[in-house]
């Protein structure tokens, strides 16, 4: 036990040093270019597997110039989508996804007014599942919930720029997550009981939205 904790203890130490390290790095680049840009977006959604439905997407989000053609871009995004019964899987219920994202996006030509751009980057979704009610003996009740987790996803869209504070934008995001789910049984009479579940949240986005440019 003493031994595990140790690791644990390790690990944070080399995440902490690594995002210091990043900052490090990033701080001259960014005292050379302090402007960056806020914006909104919305969307639509499509997960992979056949048993959840599409979504609605909203978001909003900023980036920060680095170097010539690249910026970090940070976004926060929200959808709901319907799940139907899937067998050793999830229930009937609504499944919230809140993501947020660190994209490091590369624009492959600079103009005036349209410039495509290519985009990677990691993030972590947090989610939520609300099943609907199930019947059951009145002794047993089963519900169910799907881990927070870290995800990757990369991507490729233009911007057309309106004037110098102004631009629209849209672009297509494939958001790679493989998921936990547990179902949990309560027996009056047997105590608790969980199932761990593989779940596949992999997913398609088109978004839309607007950019202000500070």
Known sequence: MVFMGKQGVNKKTKHGIAILAVLFILTPLLAQNPLGSVHVNGGLSWFLKENIDSGYETGFGFSIPLLKNTALVFNFVYWKSSVHEETDGLYNGTLSMAPFQASMYYH???????????????????????????????????????????????????????????????????????????????????????????????????????????
Do not use: W
Request: with cysteine; aromatic share 14%.
């Open 108 to 214: 492959i030509l600079e103009s005036k007014g349209f410039i495509p751009y290519v985009f990677a980057g990691a993030g972590m979704i947090f989610t939520h599942f609300d099943m609907e009610d199930l019947i059951t003996i009145p002794e047993i009740s089963i519900n169910q919930k799907v881990n927070n987790g870290i995800s990757f996803h990369t991507g490729a869209g233009s911007l057309f720029k309106l004037n110098d504070h102004l631009a629209l934008f849209g672009e297509v995001c494939f958001l790679y997550r493989k998921a936990e789910g547990t179902t949990i049984i309560t027996d009056m009479n047997n105590g608790t009981s969980t199932e761990k579940f593989p779940l596949n949240l992999n997913s398609l986005v088109l978004r839309f939205g607007i950019k202000y440019y500070l």
